[in-house]
């Protein structure tokens, strides 16, 4: 979720409130300008720190993104005019048919392996594997953990806070203004179950299940995708020097000063790598 407003006055965020609900949005353009963000901070003389759990999105920004060829502008639009017309999960099964590496995320995810598939005649995992241009960083990954139980109780405490402070009213406001329901914005989880009770597809009384069920389940792929991913084409060695695993259930303040330190010794002269703890 945002972070609130005296979090924000703490440290500063970028990357905050950049596109209209309705306004496509790709790992990408994301790169792109968190590039940008990145080159002013560190001229200012600080150090930026990349925080999220959307793995694909932290990849492209450090690793690089596959070179798009060109795509014909009218093809691809009517393209994504039959798929704003299938539901999620046909839609989706379109994009296991066409690249059998699809690994799910959504309807956005899914629309853009179809639309790459179709108008390129190769799968996107392809793409991705075969040319991808070059990241901009050279990344540290502090990979937090937490055991199932205190993982699965964050997160229903995360759920009651998005409801109590306003979800269903937000959503309801968007709408209104006149953004469409199936609009890439409200395809996250927990506003994609508001916009279902809206239309009366989910019971009130069932929606805080609902989107603790699909945030569980979004956690799941997230930590399959970051204990996979981040060590694909990574030795043994290596992984121990770029990816620091982490048991994030202790205090905040804790784990800020473990992360620290940690950082402090990984950037003194004698030591070119972070090194794990013993």
Request: glycine share 10%; no cysteine; hydrophobic share 45%.
């Amino acid at each position: 979720a945002k972070p609130d407003a005296e979090v924000r006055r703490r440290v500063p965020h970028v990357g905050l409130d950049l596109i209209a609900p309705g306004e496509r949005y790709s790992a990408g353009r994301f790169a792109r300008a968190a590039a940008a963000s990145l080159a002013e901070i560190r001229a200012d003389g600080r150090v930026p720190w990349v925080v999220g759990g959307t793995g694909f999105y932290v990849r492209a920004l450090a690793e690089g993104l596959f070179r798009e060829p060109p795509l014909e502008p009218a093809r691809r639009e009517r393209l994504r005019g039959w798929a704003g017309e299938l539901a999620a999960p046909e839609l989706a099964r379109w994009a296991g048919r066409l690249d059998r590496r699809f690994a799910g995320g959504g309807r956005q995810r899914a629309a853009r392996a179809v639309e790459v598939a179709l108008l390129t005649g190769r799968a996107l995992s392809w793409w991705q594997r075969e040319a991808r241009e070059t990241g901009v960083m050279r990344p540290w990954y502090i990979h937090l953990t937490l055991p199932r139980e205190t993982l699965h109780r964050r997160i229903a405490e995360r759920v009651d806070r998005m409801l109590a402070t306003g979800l269903v009213t937000d959503v309801e406001q968007v709408l209104a203004g006149g953004v469409a329901p199936a609009a890439p914005g409200l395809d996250g989880v927990g506003y994609r179950e508001v916009v279902a009770m809206l239309q009366g597809r989910l019971a009130a009384a069932g929606l805080r299940e609902a989107i603790v069920v699909a945030t569980r389940q979004y956690a799941k792929r997230q930590e399959t995708w970051f204990r996979n991913q981040l060590r694909r084409g990574v030795g043994s060695g290596e992984w121990e020097r770029t990816v620091w695993t982490l048991d994030a259930t202790g205090e905040p303040a804790v784990l800020a000063d473990l992360i620290l330190e940690r950082w402090r010794a990984a950037t003194t002269p004698h030591v070119p790598h972070p090194t794990p703890f013993s």
